[in-house]
T-cell receptor, first 115, second 112 residues
Framework: EAGVTQFPSHSVIEKGQTVTLRCDPISGHDNLYWYRRVMGKEIKFLLHFVKESKQDESGMPNNRFLAERTGGTYSTLKVQPAELEDSGVYFC?????????????FGPGTRLTVL | GENVEQHPSTLSVQEGDSAVIKCTYSDSASNYFPWYKQELGKRPQLIIDIRSNVGEKKDQRIAVTLNKTAKHFSLHITETQPEDSAVYFCAAFRQGGTALIFGKGTTLSVSS
């Protein structure tokens, strides 16, 4: 089965610009998570979708971040306008169910650099 | 909320030695503890996990131990090999919660 894919792999933008990251979960996985790792720190939860609904967005840093999952398949994470502190690696993960024992499969991440 | 502390941040060992990475968590309601390995330029991948109803789990050269009373869990890698070099992340999942709470990661370097 194909794994979680993310696009782009790298993005370099200027402060104030807009960037949109995309995640395609494993087919059939209803649960989709976004995480972010700022250099040297922990992988931090951003939000969780169940199908097209936001189940938990408590980790979203501020209203410059907007996540969508129209149709319950792929998801996008838009940062507008980007700030320097938004730099980091953005990971997407998916699971078939939202049970605690279900393995979260990660994508390769998008490395975002804001200059 | 849950907080996961991971130590050490870096670990260098000689090939064939053992490596131990330790994590502590704060929320006693956490009941699932996975370990992820991230090789350079690749995605984090689950290597082993443990649930709160067991104290130890082993898979070939890797093992994880859990002490619920002390709220800490550890990853043990025996007979290390150069291909074990990677960043290792521990995580905790709280029953009824939504997402994994990760530690800051340990960079393991195995030299031959």
């Amino acid at each position: 089965e194909a794994g979680v894919t993310q696009f782009p792999s790298h993005s370099v933008i200027e402060k104030g610009q807009t960037v949109t990251l995309r995640c395609d979960p494993i087919s059939g996985h209803d649960n989709l998570y976004w995480y972010r790792r700022v250099m040297g720190k922990e992988i931090k939860f951003l939000l969780h979708f169940v199908k097209e609904s936001k189940q938990d967005e408590s980790g979203m840093p501020n209203n410059r971040f907007l996540a969508e999952r129209t149709g319950g398949t792929y998801s996008t994470l838009k940062v507008q306008p980007a700030e320097l502190e938004d730099s980091g690696v953005y990971f997407c993960a998916s699971t078939r169910t939202s049970g605690a024992t279900d393995t979260q499969y990660f994508g390769p991440g998008t490395r975002l650099t804001v200059l | 909320g849950e907080n996961v502390e991971q130590h050490p941040s870096t670990l260098s060992v000689q090939e064939g030695d053992s490596a131990v990475i330790k994590c502590t968590y704060s929320d006693s309601a956490s009941n699932y503890f996975p370990w992820y390995k991230q090789e350079l330029g690749k995605r984090p991948q689950l290597i082993i996990d443990i649930r709160s109803n067991v104290g130890e789990k082993k898979d070939q050269r890797i093992a994880v131990t859990l002490n619920k009373t002390a709220k800490h869990f550890s990853l043990h890698i025996t007979e290390t090999q150069p291909e074990d070099s990677a960043v290792y992340f521990c995580a905790a999942f709280r029953q009824g919660g939504t997402a994994l709470i990760f530690g800051k990661g340990t960079t393991l370097s195995v030299s031959s």
